[in-house]
């Protein structure tokens, strides 16, 4: 026996338990000591340093007989004459019955031999020579008329040429042409066979075996292309592995670990080359593949734990014809499928949920502000429910969204919903979303509701107290429970939701009356805060006042007088009352407000007569401008068209304007001169009435148009 070695190709080798090279054994079996090393040497360069080749020659009288390898790979020539032999061992499972074939070069060369050729046919011995005969004539060389040679029978045939496998030696006393075709290498499938016994079927994706095929005659077009498309296939296979952001492990019918990519490495910290081929009930016994083999069905959303890390896994069992043929296990770390969804949720919504505010936002410089703010920041860091309570207007949503930012869920949605802004049954489609066809009207698919929106983050609910008995039960269990379901759905959906709640009236007395449930009052009050009102806030009232003019883009001062009355003003309204009245400041345009310049609203608070306002014409230019926008001329068209017919003591329409506005070459539409008619009407330049009053110029229209 000859030992034959050869360095190669070892990507995919097994281990021991020790990390060292588990080797397979081949032993390469035939009649001539020159083909086996030739076979050797095949098998070396396509499946490298993972195999340890023995060869081994019988020659005419020797027997053969197993001595412990893996894998014995042998010729038909290995058993003389021995029928029963050669069909007891090539149904065995550590056999490879040899297949010879030609390479493709060396067909070409017998292809352009002339029709008619004799040619005797070289080989060890006649039966091999007329084995290699057959083998030709099923590759498609039928033009040449084939002579079996044996050496030591005297008589010499008549022929034209010689053909020999690689066996020139047996050709010196032959004297015509000789087409040395070489020896005749492994076919595909000997070599698909050898690979599929050793366990070495990656070896098959190889640079190194795809030449070699290559190098071969195509005997089977079907199996060939059968083969190639299998081939690329499973090259996709593996490139798609690699590119899903999920943990994909695949197994055989006995759970043998075949498929295995680099996301699965991450989650199982196990090397690829540690664990290919090896039982997934000994390596993974985190991952239920026995279960899925026995019960053939699907198993979905399993929380295991590997490595001390949650991870969602999913498994699915390949079928055929009702029998297991393997599986695929999906996993993921459960946190990075958690950010997964919220990367989701926030897309689906594209409604900007976001907190928008901070607390350096929240202007003040009073003691009572300063305090309320404080007090705000330590309860931020908490999870705890928040009830913020205040007057209209004293910014209970901008605190909402100041808390959020300064938690530890910022990076998370800040959901707002006004809860007594929507009706009942709608608002709680909008809170707890609904499943297709749960009602009449439903979106197809269903929708998410705001609950699952706000998941990990903020969830504010203003005008708390408007919520129905009915929804406030419900809101009380999803505090409870940390759950939600869908209207017309069967699952529960966990979520992590903080709770922001806010009220302008007193929920205490509210729950006294019976209008609101005591449980769900202590169950959201578990952190409150009460605003302080405007009137409470002291020379904070200049801070904001200042603040809305330059948001306004105006410029004026108080005179003292005004200074006097607003810091006793009872801002019944707020900081929303306040910003109303510096945008009226902003527009009458008077660089210095007065006492005759307070609005009409203002003055009956404070018992003031009323007095006639000044117009500043500019002011007005202004606000029309700011209202057409690039459509100034239509709206000085139309006003003149308004002024036209007012001067005649006539009304007029939106059709006679919009006639007159072709003739014109203005080319306006009814629905275009309504909007322009009703834009005029909400900056005082006109007033609209039904019926035959129709529509007429005021007095600040006239005297715009004047000025332009």
């Given amino acids: 026996m000859n030992q034959y070695k050869e360095m190669g190709y070892n990507e995919g080798i097994l281990l021991t338990a020790e990390g060292k090279l588990m080797k397979k054994k081949v032993c390469i079996v035939t009649y001539d000591r020159d083909a086996a090393l030739f076979y050797a040497k095949i098998l070396s360069k396509l499946f490298g340093d993972v195999i340890d080749i023995d060869t081994m020659w019988v020659g005419e009288k020797q027997s053969f007989q197993k001595i412990g390898h893996d894998l014995y790979v042998v010729t038909t020539c290995s058993f003389g004459g021995d029928v029963i032999a050669k069909s007891k061992l090539s149904n065995q499972k550590d056999t490879v019955i040899i297949e010879r074939t030609i390479a493709k070069k060396s067909l070409e060369k017998l292809k352009?031999?002339?029709?008619?050729?004799?040619?005797?046919?070289?080989?060890?011995?006649?039966?091999?020579?007329?084995?290699?005969?057959?083998?030709?004539?099923?590759?498609?060389?039928?033009?040449?008329?084939?002579?079996?040679?044996?050496?030591?029978?005297?008589?010499?045939?008549?022929?034209?040429?010689?053909?020999?496998?690689?066996?020139?030696?047996?050709?010196?006393?032959?004297?015509?042409?000789?087409?040395?075709?070489?020896?005749?290498?492994?076919?595909?499938?000997?070599?698909?066979?050898?690979?599929?016994?050793l366990d070495l079927e990656n070896y098959l994706e190889t640079e190194a075996f795809r030449e070699y095929f290559q190098s071969l005659p195509r005997t089977n077009y079907s199996i060939d292309h059968l083969f190639n498309k299998s081939i690329s296939l499973e090259s996709n296979f593996s490139i798609l592995l690699e590119i899903l952001e999920m943990g994909i492990i695949g197994v055989d019918e006995n759970n043998n670990i075949y498929a295995y990519n680099q996301k699965a490495k991450s989650i199982t910290n196990l090397d690829s080359n540690n664990i290919i081929g090896k039982n997934a009930n000994d390596c993974l016994r985190e991952i239920p593949f026995e279960e899925c083999r026995l019960e053939m069905k699907e198993i979905n959303n399993k929380l295991i734990r590997i490595n001390n890390f949650d991870i969602a896994l999913s498994i699915r069992p390949v079928i055929r014809m009702g029998k297991y043929m393997g599986a695929f296990a999906i996993l993921q770390k459960f946190i990075e499928e958690e950010n997964k969804q919220l990367k989701m949720r926030a897309q689906l919504s594209n409604k900007g949920h976001y907190a928008k505010y901070t607390f350096d936002d929240i202007l003040g410089e009073s003691i009572i502000i300063e305090k309320t703010k404080k007090m705000a920041k330590k309860m931020a860091t908490s999870n705890a429910?928040?009830?913020i309570t205040g007057e209209s207007g004293t910014g209970k949503e901008l605190f909402a969204n100041a808390i959020h930012n300064e938690s530890l869920r910022r990076e998370n949605p800040f959901v707002a919903i006004n809860c007594g802004a929507i009706p009942d049954n709608l608002l709680e489609s909008e809170l707890f979303g609904y499943d297709d066809g749960a009602f009449t009207g439903a979106k197809k698919g269903g929708k998410l509701g705001l609950f699952e929106f706000a998941h990990k983050g903020t969830l504010f609910l203003d005008e708390v107290e408007a919520m129905s008995p009915m929804l406030q039960i419900k809101l009380l269990r999803v505090l409870q429970e940390k759950e939600v379901m869908r209207l017309g759905g069967d699952k529960l959906i966990s979520i992590d939701v903080r709770i922001i709640a806010a009220t302008n009236e007193k929920i205490s007395d509210l729950v006294e009356k019976g209008k609101f449930r005591k449980d769900l009052y202590y169950r959201l009050c578990t952190l409150p805060i009460e605003l302080p009102p405007l009137r409470d806030r002291g020379e904070d009232i200049f801070l904001l006042i200042n603040k809305a003019m330059k948001d306004f883009?105006?410029?004026?001062?108080?005179?003292?007088?005004?200074?006097?009355?607003?810091?006793?003003?009872?801002?019944?309204?707020?900081?929303?009352?306040?910003?109303?009245?510096?945008?009226?400041?902003?527009?009458?345009?008077?660089?210095?407000?007065?006492?005759?310049?307070?609005?009409?609203?203002?003055?009956?608070?404070?018992?003031?007569?009323?007095?006639?306002?000044?117009?500043?014409?500019?002011?007005?230019?202004?606000?029309?401008?700011?209202?057409?926008?690039?459509?100034?001329?239509?709206?000085?068209?139309?006003?003149?068209?308004?002024?036209?017919?007012?001067?005649?003591?006539?009304?007029?329409?939106?059709?006679?304007?919009?006639?007159?506005?072709?003739l014109r070459g203005i080319d306006l539409s009814e629905q275009e001169v309504r909007t322009i008619l009703t834009k005029l009407e909400s900056i005082n330049l006109i007033s609209i009435s039904k019926g035959r009053g129709g529509t007429k110029i005021l007095e600040d229209g006239i005297r715009l148009l004047d000025k332009l």
Wanted: proline share 4%.
């Fill in 112 to 197: 352009s031999v002339p029709c008619g050729t004799k040619a005797l046919v070289v080989n060890i011995t006649p039966r091999m020579s007329i084995e290699t005969i057959a083998h030709l004539t099923d590759l498609g060389i039928n033009q040449i008329k084939f002579i079996p040679y044996d050496p030591e029978d005297d008589y010499l045939p008549n022929y034209d040429i010689v053909i020999t496998p690689g066996e020139t030696r047996y050709t010196n006393n032959l004297s015509r042409e000789i087409i040395d075709i070489g020896d005749r290498v492994l076919s595909i499938n000997t070599i698909v066979e050898i690979a599929i016994k």
């Fill in 385 to 387: 429910s928040i009830v």
């Fill in 553 to 662: 883009g105006g410029c004026f001062k108080l005179s003292n007088e005004v200074v006097d009355i607003f810091k006793g003003h009872k801002w019944e309204g707020n900081i929303r009352e306040l910003r109303n009245y510096v945008e009226y400041f902003c527009y009458i345009g008077d660089e210095l407000i007065k006492l005759e310049d307070l609005p009409v609203s203002f003055k009956g608070t404070i018992g003031l007569e009323e007095r006639p306002i000044k117009v500043n014409v500019a002011c007005e230019i202004d606000q029309l401008k700011r209202v057409a926008g690039k459509r100034l001329d239509h709206y000085i068209f139309v006003l003149n068209e308004v002024n036209k017919v007012y001067k005649r003591n006539i009304s007029i329409g939106r059709k006679a304007i919009s006639e007159e506005s072709k």
